[in-house]
C-alpha cells in the first residue's frame, strides 16, 4: 500500500537523523539514504512529519540543549557547542521559537515566568498545553488533567501556573486535521516521540 511504503519511508528518515544528529546530514544525504530526490523527500516529510527535515533537526538540538540545561552547570555558549549551534545567540532564538522562553528561564525552571495551561481533546485523544505570553512551551498527551498539572510543576517548579483558556489551541489542533493522513498519523506521532526519548550522544 503506497501509504504504509511513506509512512515507513519517513519513520526511516526520523531515525536516520536522529542516530547522526551530531553531524547534522543535509538534506541531499538524508534524501540519498532513502533512495528519494530532495525535492520529493522534502515534500513526502512535511506532509507526513508535518515538519520540515530542517525543522526536525532543530528540535533534536533543542532537545539535546534542553537535556544540558537540566543536567549540568555548565556556560551557555558550552551548551550552545555541544548543541551543535553556532552560538548562545543561535540557542536563545530556539528556546523561544520552541519552548516560548529563554534558556536562562528554562535552566531556573520558569522562575519570574506566569505559565497558563489548558486540556484539549484531540482525535487521538487529551492533549495538555501550556503557554508563556511569547506563546506555546509545552504540549503532551496525557490521560488526564492532574497527569498534565504534575508533569508542568515538575518542569517549571519556579513559575506562576495557572489554568485558564489558551488562545493558541485553536492553532495547535489544526495540526489534527489532515484527513488523509488521518490513519497513519498515530503512528508518526508515536514514532517521533518514542525516538525523542532516547538518549543522544556527541
Not at 509545552?138 to 517549571?156: D, G, M, P, T, Y
Not at 517548579?157 to 497513519?184: G, V
Request: hydrophobic content about 35%; charged content about 20%; some cysteine.
Amino acid at each position: 500500500m503506497k501509504e504504509n511504503h511513506h509512512f515507513l519511508q519517513i519513520e526511516k528518515a526520523i531515525h536516520f537523523l536522529v542516530e547522526e544528529a551530531h553531524r547534522k546530514p543535509s538534506l541531499d544525504e538524508t534524501a540519498a539514504h532513502l533512495g528519494l530526490s530532495p525535492f520529493h523527500f522534502q515534500r513526502l516529510f512535511q506532509a507526513w512529519a508535518g515538519v520540515s527535515p530542517k525543522k526536525f533537526q532543530q528540535y533534536l538540538s533543542y532537545r539535546r540543549a534542553k537535556a544540558i540545561l537540566q543536567t549540568e552547570s555548565t556556560s551557555l555558549f558550552d551548551v550552545s557547542f555541544n548543541a551543535g549551534l553556532s552560538g548562545t545567540a543561535r540557542l536563545h532564538d530556539l528556546f523561544v521559537n520552541i519552548t516560548a522562553m529563554t534558556p536562562a528561564e528554562f535552566r531556573s525552571g520558569g522562575k519570574g515566568l506566569c505559565i497558563h495551561y489548558e486540556i484539549a481533546q484531540t482525535p487521538f485523544g487529551l492533549v495538555g498545553l501550556a503557554a508563556t505570553d511569547r506563546g506555546l512551551c509545552r504540549a503532551s498527551f496525557v490521560n488526564q488533567h492532574k497527569e498534565f498539572l504534575e508533569l508542568i510543576s515538575n518542569e517549571f517548579p519556579n513559575a506562576t501556573l495557572i489554568s485558564s483558556p489558551l488562545k493558541e489551541k485553536e492553532a495547535f489542533l489544526k495540526c489534527f486535521s489532515l484527513p488523509d493522513q488521518t490513519k497513519y498519523k498515530p503512528q508518526v506521532c508515536q514514532s517521533s516521540t518514542c525516538i525523542s526519548k532516547e538518549p543522544h550522544s556527541n
